[in-house]
């Protein structure tokens, strides 16, 4: 079974950056779309960033302008980079992906674990 390990978390001054990685554990057939979310103190996990296969983006509003998602296809990998960093998006960040494979649906990273300090 297909686990995406996360990773790039820690912590870092508000105004810091962070790049959060997510990549597959093994080669997938087909990787759809793939996205970030997120779950702060006493909060429901919410939508950070997604991207489709072919590169099309979509980010929550808090997040636009100072978050870029990316991925590379052939290493089944994508990316978060975080730029501006508040300590409102202190949270525990999670990776997933629509897979086709021989179990298709949507996975989920482990999360990691980002703070940003004032």
């Known amino acids: 079974q297909v686990q995406l390990v996360e990773s790039g978390g820690g912590l870092v001054q508000a105004g810091g950056s962070l790049r959060l990685s997510c990549a597959a554990s093994?080669?997938?057939?087909?990787?759809?779309?793939m996205g970030w979310y997120r779950q702060g103190p006493g909060n429901e996990r919410e939508l950070v960033a997604t991207?489709?296969?072919?590169?099309?983006?979509n980010y929550a509003d808090s997040v636009k302008g100072r978050f870029t998602i990316t991925r590379d296809n052939a290493k089944d990998t994508e990316y978060l980079q975080m730029n501006s960093l508040k300590p409102e998006d202190t949270a525990v960040y999670y990776c997933?992906?629509?897979?086709?494979?021989?179990?298709?649906?949507?996975?989920w990273g482990q999360g990691t674990q980002v703070t940003v300090s004032s």
């Open positions: 991207i489709t296969r072919r590169g099309s983006t």
């Open positions: 997933n992906a629509d897979i086709y494979d021989q179990l298709p649906g949507v996975y």
């Open positions: 093994r080669s997938i057939f087909i990787v759809n779309a």
